[in-house]
């Protein structure tokens, strides 16, 4: 099917009827358009259990602007994507990780998707130009198990990235 401009149309990626300002977690990804690693390099140091990444003049813009976005609650910016959780509701302080369950749910004034696309475009206006894939990955954290399966994951993806293991798809 194509649309009005010739160009062919795309299969929504979020889940159909969900309202994605609903109180909820979300693991969540960005990729750089092509998977280009322009956000940093994954360096090991004196730990080689430990890698860390250090991040491009790029990257820094986008943790700058990434750490600005309401709920974020774990994030790691690879050097070619994002992975993050992102709470939908606001948790005490205090909640141990992988409680919010138990929070009182609230509705938020935005959706993911404006949250994501108002990130984009203030690191793209920083840079001077898009270094995005169109679109995010998402996946909706039903329980305590998930959450903190996501949370592992990205506390050891730049290990995972060294190994050659860094699939998000294959998470689930």
Known sequence: MKNPKNMPSRKPNRLKGFDYAEFGAYFIT???KDRTPLLGNIVLENDL????VSLSAYGKITEFYLKRIAGIDKYVIMPDHI???????DIPEKEPRGAMWASPPTKSSTTISQDIRSFK?????QIGFSIWQRSFYDRILRNDKEYEQVWDYIENNPLLWLEGKDHFYGMY
């Open 83 to 89: 992975h993050m959780i992102l709470l939908k509701w």
């Open 49 to 52: 259990e430990s890698p860390q």
């Open 121 to 125: 475009i203030l690191v793209t206006k």
């Open 30 to 32: 960005i990729c750089v």
